[in-house]
C-alpha cells in the first residue's frame, strides 16, 4: 500500500513511526533463517547503508508448477455474488482450528478507483481521522495491489479451512468500494476473530525489497484502545513473519524495520480501532521490478498464502 490516506504514506519517502522493532532474523525460527539464506543464494536483497538501494545479484527462479508471471491467471476461487456483507467460509472441517475464527482483510477493494468521492470520506480512528480507503498501488506494468490481495486472501481461506478454521473477509469484491478502514477494524471485532491479517503490497522506492510486518503500537485514544492486544499482536505477526520467510524465501524489507521484518506503528486505523490480534503484513515492494516479478507469480502468492496461514496457524494452536 502507498497511496496517500488510510493506513498509508506517500510511495518515495516511505519512513514510518519506529516503534520497539525487535525481531532480528536471529530471533526467526531455524526453518526461517534457511529460507532467508536460500533466498540470498538465489538472489536477495542487499542493502548498502548509504542510498537504501538494493544490490540484487539474481532474480529468484519460479516454481516449475507455474510460469514466473502469470498475473493474468484466474484468481484462486471463483468471483463471489454480490453483497453488502462480509465474505464467509464454507462450514468448518474437522481439523487443529476446529472453533477457531480467522478474518483476513484484503487490503483495497478493486471498485475503489470508481468512488473517489466515498473513500475520501473522513473517518475517526481514534488518534485522528483519516480517509475511509484508498485505491492502493500497483507494480509499473498495472497489476494492482487490490487483485494480489484478493488473490493471496482467497488461498489462504483454502489454506485455513483445510485446518478446521472458520474464516471471513472483510471484502471479497462483492460491493462497489472499500469497506472503511474503521468498518475493516470493526468486522473483526464483531466476529470475535482469535486473529486477523490484512493482507497488503506496499509502492515503495525502485530498489527496496523485501517483506514487513506491522504490529499495533500501544494506542489509548478517543475510540481505540489495543493495550489488551498488543502483546498478541506480536506473538502473531513474529509467527507470520518467521514462516513467511520460511516458506517464500523473501528475506525482511531492506527499507524499514531494521532488518527484522517487524514494524510498530500507532497511526492505522485498523489497528488501532482492533480489540482482536491483528496485524497487516506488506508482502513486498510492487514498484520494484524484482519484487514484482513475484507478486506477479501465482506459484509466489501460493507460498505468500501458505506463508502467512502456517504462521496463523503457529499462532492459535499456540
Avoid at 114 to 138: F, L, P, Y
Avoid at 293 to 310: D, F, N, V
Wanted: glycine share 12%; hydrophobic share 35%; aromatic share 4%.
Amino acid at each position: 500500500m502507498s497511496y496517500a490516506g488510510p493506513d498509508f504514506e506517500p510511495p518515495q519517502n516511505r519512513r514510518p513511526r519506529r516503534g520497539p522493532l525487535t525481531v532480528a532474523l536471529a530471533a526467526l525460527v531455524p526453518g526461517a533463517l534457511l529460507g532467508w539464506l536460500v533466498y540470498e543464494t538465489v538472489g536477495g536483497s542487499g542493502d548498502d547503508g548509504a542510498s537504501g538501494q538494493a544490490s540484487v545479484r539474481s532474480s529468484p527462479p519460479a516454481a516449475s508448477s507455474a510460469p514466473a508471471d502469470d498475473a493474468k491467471e484466474p484468481d484462486a476461487s471463483p468471483k463471489p455474488k454480490p453483497s453488502d456483507t462480509p465474505s464467509a467460509s464454507a462450514p468448518a472441517a474437522n481439523g487443529p482450528l476446529k472453533g477457531k475464527v480467522v478474518v483476513i482483510d484484503p487490503g483495497h477493494n478493486p471498485g475503489n478507483f470508481q468512488h473517489a468521492s466515498e473513500i475520501n470520506r473522513q473517518v475517526d480512528i481514534g488518534t485522528n481521522r483519516k480517509e475511509c480507503d484508498t485505491t492502493g498501488t500497483s507494480t509499473n506494468d498495472g497489476y494492482t495491489e487490490a487483485k494480489f490481495t484478493l488473490d493471496v486472501a482467497h488461498r489462504m481461506r483454502t489454506l485455513l479451512e483445510k485446518q478446521g478454521a472458520t474464516v471471513k473477509l472483510t471484502q471479497d469484491a462483492d460491493r462497489p468500494y472499500g469497506p472503511c478502514v474503521d468498518e475493516r477494524a470493526r468486522i473483526g471485532n464483531e466476529a470475535k476473530a482469535d486473529a486477523v491479517v490484512s493482507v497488503h503490497a506496499d509502492g515503495s522506492g525502485a530498489g527496496n525489497r523485501g517483506f514487513h510486518v506491522i504490529l499495533p503500537g500501544a494506542v489509548h485514544s478517543g475510540a481505540a484502545d489495543t493495550r489488551a492486544i498488543v502483546g498478541p499482536s506480536r506473538d502473531l505477526g513474529e509467527r507470520v513473519a518467521g514462516r513467511f520467510v520460511a516458506v517464500t524465501g523473501s528475506a525482511p524489507s531492506n527499507y524499514v524495520g531494521d532488518g527484522g521484518g517487524l514494524v510498530t506503528r500507532e497511526d492505522l486505523g485498523g489497528l488501532n480501532l482492533s480489540t482482536v490480534p491483528k496485524v497487516f503484513i506488506e508482502c513486498g515492494n510492487m514498484r520494484d521490478s524484482k519484487d514484482a516479478a513475484l507478486l506477479t507469480s501465482g506459484a509466489w502468492r501460493q507460498k505468500a498464502a501458505q506463508g502467512i496461514s502456517e504462521g496463523i496457524v503457529s499462532f492459535l494452536r499456540g
